[in-house]
């Protein structure tokens, strides 16, 4: 059974950090590209960052510079690590774990909420 679960989420002011951790069990970790989404309500679910199993970044244009996603393999965890917070970064973030062959949606986290505000 695949879980991948989120934690990290809460309430920062504006200009904050706060880390989210994506833990994962029930597939083989370092095969699946791992990436970070967002939705608030109203809205699609956006692409915040991807990695791929080789290490590979990409991020929203929308956090660039201030977003940065990692794994850690041996963990079987995906990090994202937000800083200089913005109002408009407050949502629910989800966790997705993509595996080979690398269509579809993948699996998904239950989500974690961030709060910017003052």
């Known amino acids: 059974q695949v879980q991948l679960v989120e934690s990290g989420g809460g309430l920062v002011q504006p200009g904050g950090s706060l880390r989210l951790s994506c833990a994962a069990s029930?597939?083989?970790?370092?095969?699946?590209?791992m990436r970070w989404y967002r939705q608030t309500p109203g809205n699609q679910r956006e692409l915040v960052a991807g990695i791929t199993t080789g290490g590979i970044t990409n991020c929203a244009d929308s956090v660039k510079g201030r977003f940065t996603i990692s794994r850690d393999n041996a963990k079987n965890s995906v990090y994202l690590q937000m800083n200089s917070l913005k109002p408009e970064d407050t949502a629910v973030y989800y966790c997705?774990?993509?595996?080979?062959?690398?269509?579809?949606?993948?699996?998904w986290g239950k989500g974690t909420l961030v709060t910017v505000s003052s």
């Open positions: 029930g597939i083989i970790f370092s095969s699946n590209v």
């Open positions: 997705n774990a993509l595996p080979p062959p690398y269509d579809g949606m993948g699996y």
